[in-house]
Nanobody, 126 residues
Framework: VQLQASGGGLVQTGDSLRLSCAPSTRTDSTGTMGWFRQAPGKEREFVAAMRFSSGTKYYANSVKGRFTIARDNAKNTLYLQMNSLKPEDTAVYYC????????????????????WGQGTLVTVSS
């Protein structure tokens, strides 16, 4: 499975962006997709994830209430709607996919995700 992430760009504090992630093959009702980000000089961190079987969504505390993960089944595309962006949201954002349904504590880590997109840069200016 190849993942194509897009939608990044340069915005100002308080602006919104929507990232997209399109898998190369049809994803079914199982599996988990997530978004991670890596800021310059920092480790990759979890942003959000969705379990397809239940539709349950998970968010990092730092983005809760501002970011929304969503899936368009018809378009086979995952989205990350980012509102009220802050300079600290500046990072390369990666989408990731696993065919599995990892336990909750594990899906917050990079470990269970088998497939990764190439990343899209989001820069938020102050």
């Amino acid at each position: 499975v190849q993942l194509q992430a897009s939608g990044g760009g340069l915005v100002q504090t308080g602006d919104s962006l929507r990232l997209s992630c399109a898998p190369s093959t049809r994803t079914d009702s199982t599996g988990t997709m997530g978004w991670f980000r890596q800021a310059p000089g920092k480790e990759r961190e979890f942003v959000a994830a969705m379990r397809f079987s239940s539709g349950t969504k998970y968010y990092a505390n730092s983005v809760k209430g501002r970011f929304t993960i969503a899936r368009d089944n018809a378009k086979n595309t995952l989205y990350l709607q980012m509102n009220s962006l802050k300079p600290e949201d500046t990072a390369v954002y990666y989408c990731a996919f696993t065919t599995k349904t990892p336990i909750v504590s594990w899906l917050y880590t990079s470990d269970p995700y088998e497939y990764w997109g190439q990343g899209t840069l989001v820069t938020v200016s102050s």
